[in-house]
């Protein structure tokens, strides 16, 4: 069955520490791939989208993602975790590599981090 | 970028009443999508709110439960009907904005809690 995989309910790091959250991806052509952010009582917020081109792609708030299309995996990094950065992580697809409109999300991961 | 407030941000209902939550986008969308967020669970679409037709809803949820009107390019209205606490959840507005496609913007989110 086509879906999202966050294996990582719940990460605890410490501040300044390196951060990778997962996400795998099971659909038949590569889909576009999204990181979005939620922070307590907000709305989401994109971090960073993959559509084709570099497999290692920037985004905001010193976060970047890293598609390994062997893998089926769109890993969200970040070298030096901030208290901010505490959230729910979100992976997200557009299947069919943007045919199809429709958001489909993992079930997210919460980060806590520690002082 | 699209700036979307939600209204109310949140409420507390009673069983067997409605709640009708309110979408304003403060430029003209193409698209307008609802999500649903149940406690502790990702995002899943409610429907893609067309304007100036029907909307087009998600399997398992269904247009008498929760009407959805647009009637214009900035503006979409959800329903929940019939509310029981199972509809208890937080629910999210998007968009799509012309020329920036395959990236939605999400509203702020409205917390309703049905006793």
């Known amino acids: 069955a086509q879906s999202v995989t966050q294996p990582d309910i719940h990460i605890t790091v410490s501040e300044g520490a390196s951060l990778e959250l997962r996400c795998n991806y099971s659909?038949?052509?590569?889909?576009?791939l999204f990181w979005y952010v939620q922070s307590p009582g907000q709305g989401l917020q994109l971090l960073l989208k993959?559509?084709?081109?570099?497999?290692l792609v920037q985004g905001i708030k010193g976060f970047e993602a890293e598609f390994k299309r062997s893998q089926s995996s769109f890993n969200l990094r970040k070298p030096s975790v901030h208290w901010s950065d505490a959230a729910e992580y979100f992976c997200?697809?557009?299947?069919?590599?943007?045919?199809?409109?429709?958001?489909?999300f993992g079930k997210g991961t919460l980060l806590t981090v520690n002082p | 970028s699209a700036v979307i407030s939600q209204k109310p941000s949140r409420d507390i209902c009673q069983r067997g009443t409605s709640l009708t939550i309110q979408c304003q986008v403060d430029?003209?969308?193409?698209?307008m999508f609802w999500y649903r967020q149940q406690p502790g669970q990702s995002l899943t679409l409610i429907a893609t709110?067309?304007?100036?037709?029907?909307?087009?809803?998600e399997s398992g949820f269904v247009i008498d439960k929760f009407p959805i009107s647009r009637p214009n390019l900035t503006f979409s209205t959800l329903t929940v009907s019939n509310m029981s606490p199972e509809d208890s959840s937080i629910y999210l507005c998007?968009?799509?904005?012309?020329?920036?496609?395959?990236?939605?913007?999400f509203g702020p989110g409205t917390r309703l809690t049905v006793l």
């Open positions: 998007s968009v799509e904005k012309e020329g920036i496609y395959n990236e939605q913007f």
């Open positions: 659909y038949g052509a590569t889909p576009y």
């Open positions: 993959y559509f084709s081109g570099d497999t």
């Open positions: 997200a697809v557009i299947p069919g590599g943007g045919s199809n409109y429709k958001l489909t």
């Open positions: 430029s003209q969308v193409t698209m």
């Open positions: 709110a067309n304007q100036g037709s029907e909307a087009t809803y």
